[in-house]
Each structure stands twice: as C-alpha cells, then as structure tokens.
C-alpha cells in the first residue's frame, strides 16, 4: 500500500544555546513550537499531520539533558537526551534498577532506542508508554526547566490525558530524577503486543515489591497499567489488597481481579476492551507471581 503522507511538512529547525534560550522562545512561540529529543514520536506524528508545528527546538546538549548519573544516596538521574540504550547499558542502572532496563528495552527495535528517550516516552503521554510504569512505581519526579525557572513535580501528578501533561508554553522537562531503590526490592514489566518487535502495548503490567514491616503480609506492592486508561494507572486497590493479606495464590488473584476491574480500556486496532481486561487480570497475577517468587529467592 503507497504511504499516504510521504514526507514531512516544511518547518523550521532551532538550536537554541541555553535552557533560557529554548524556553524563551518555546513560550514566545507557543502553539507553533515543540521541543524535540529523539524525534521517533514527534516526527511521525508531523509527518502524519497530527502536529503541525512551524518550529521544532532541539533541547539536546541543553545543561543537564545528557546526565546519565547513579548516586547511592540520592538515586538516578537521567537526562532528557539520553537514549534507551545508554540507559539499558549502563552498569548502574542493570545492578539498581532492572526493572527500567527491562521497561526501557520492551521499547520498539535496538534502532529506535538509539534515538529514543525516556523523557520523550514520558512527555509523549502515551498511555501506552513503556517505561511510564517503570518510572511511576520507581516514585520517578522530573525536573522541568521553565522561563521562571526551575521546579519539580512528582511523575503521578504529570499525565493528565492520552498526549496531555501538567506542562505550561514554554516548559522542558530536562531530567527524570529515581531515588535509591527499596532494599531488597524486585520487579518486572510483562508487556502484550501484536508481535515481539516494534508494537506498542495492548496491554503492559508493571510490578515492583519490597519486604515492609509496616504492613501485615510483610511486603509492600506497586502496581502500574499502560493501555488500560486515559492515563497510566495506578489502582490503590491493588496495594492494598497485597499489604493487608498473606502473599498466597489466591490473594495474587484477588489482586489480579481488583487490576481488572479498576481498569477502564477502550477498543482498538490493537485489542478490543474486553480483551484487554481479561489479559490485565492474567498479566498482572502472573506479573505479581514472578515478582513474589523473586522476593522468596
Ligand atoms: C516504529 C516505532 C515503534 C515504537 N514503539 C514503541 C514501543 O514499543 N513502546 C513505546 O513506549 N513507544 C514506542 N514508540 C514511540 C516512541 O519511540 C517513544 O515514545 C519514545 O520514547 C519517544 O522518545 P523521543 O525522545 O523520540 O521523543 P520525541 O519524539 O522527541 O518527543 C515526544 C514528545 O515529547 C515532547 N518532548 C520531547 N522531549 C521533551 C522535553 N525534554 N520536554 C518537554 N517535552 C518534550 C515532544 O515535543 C513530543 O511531543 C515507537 C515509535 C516508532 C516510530
């Protein structure tokens, strides 16, 4: 079948010289300008004429956009220009934080990530992101570089719809920021797609666990849902059902079915709702499995 929209539409490329710079002119030029990372969503998208922007401003080599930086007493930080793969690579991240790892390479082909960021999976705001889960339970918080400055904001508090973020004209977010894992803690990402190579997630689970004296099954839970929602979900209702009973069979399915119904997915190409809700019951009981016989091992 010929491609209906073959090239890109004209605009202007900026290579701005400072944070002040690109932020300055992002606002100044807001609702024509968008910042660009690895392009691998934006430039689909304008050559799909879903975005139309006049100009496109690189925030690659922008101050703190290329930090890949583990600190035990402070966590991770990566930049908003770094690609998936130095961050799947990186011996600090493969030892502290597999469960990223794992997230960031369920990301398309090799190919992509070598383009692709973290940040710009996050900025996108697809529910269907594949390191959003990951960066979520990892209590992920951004940093966003704006024309009054710095702040920060929690990553649960970022997604407010399918492309839509907590982001005013003019704001960049320069780095994801992960504080030092739980001790003791194991996670993982099951991810269900059409085929095993460059597919967005029907459906993707994550699931991060860690021993809690606080709670009575003695472990805590974090559960996050791409492709379920409007956002990535959360439900709290997972957590609980897994910090107030014994960790047993029918507790995972007990939590697994809670996954199910607090999960509100739509038809699409890729699976239709019911589908969807079914494979979240599974994903999530055999997600929480494999996270409980980690923590046993
Ligand atoms: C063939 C193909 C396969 C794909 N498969 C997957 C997949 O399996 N899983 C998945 O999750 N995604 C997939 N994607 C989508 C995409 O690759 C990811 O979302 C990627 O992480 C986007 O990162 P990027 O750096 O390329 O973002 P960009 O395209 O540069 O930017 C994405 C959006 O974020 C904004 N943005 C970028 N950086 C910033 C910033 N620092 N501050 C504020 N806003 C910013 C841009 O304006 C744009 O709106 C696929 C894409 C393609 C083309």
């Not at 583990?70 to 030892?95: E, I, S, W, Y």
Request: one cysteine or more.
């Amino acid at each position: 079948m010929l491609n209906p929209h073959p090239g890109l539409p004209e605009f202007t490329y900026v290579k701005p010289a400072s944070l002040d710079e690109a932020c300055g002119f992002l606002a100044e030029h807001a609702g024509e300008s968008r910042p660009i990372s690895g392009g691998t969503d934006l430039l689909v998208r304008m050559r799909d004429k879903a975005f139309k922007p006049a100009y496109v401003v690189d925030i690659k080599g922008l101050e703190g956009t290329d930090v890949l930086a583990f600190d035990p007493a402070n966590g991770l930080t990566v930049g908003a220009a770094v690609p998936m793969n130095r961050v799947v690579a990186h011996p600090d991240v493969q030892k502290h934080y597999p469960l990223l790892a794992q997230a960031a390479k369920s990301v398309a082909s090799y190919q992509l990530r070598n383009r692709a960021t973290i940040v710009g999976n996050i900025c996108n705001a697809s529910p269907a992101g594949d390191t959003l889960g990951a960066c979520l339970v990892l209590g992920g918080r951004l940093r966003i570089y704006g024309k009054d400055g710095e702040r920060f904001e929690d990553l649960v508090t970022f997604f407010k719809g399918p492309g839509k973020t907590s982001l005013q004209p003019g704001e960049i977010v320069t780095s994801i920021h992960l504080p030092p894992p739980e001790k003791g803690a194991k996670g993982t990402y099951l991810k269900l797609g059409r085929n095993k190579l460059s597919d967005l997630a029907i459906i993707g689970v994550t699931v991060y666990g860690f021993p809690d004296k606080m709670t009575d099954s003695g472990y805590r839970f974090k559960l996050a849902l791409a492709s379920v929602a409007a956002t990535p979900l959360m439900p709290p209702v997972v957590e609980t059902v897994l910090a107030e009973n014994k960790i047993t069979e029918d507790t995972i399915l007990k939590a697994a079915e809670a996954a199910m119904d607090a999960c509100s997915p739509i038809d699409d190409v890729r699976g239709s709702a019911e589908y969807r809700k079914d494979m979240v019951r599974n994903l999530t009981r055999n997600a929480i499995t494999d996270v409980w016989e980690q923590l046993q091992s």
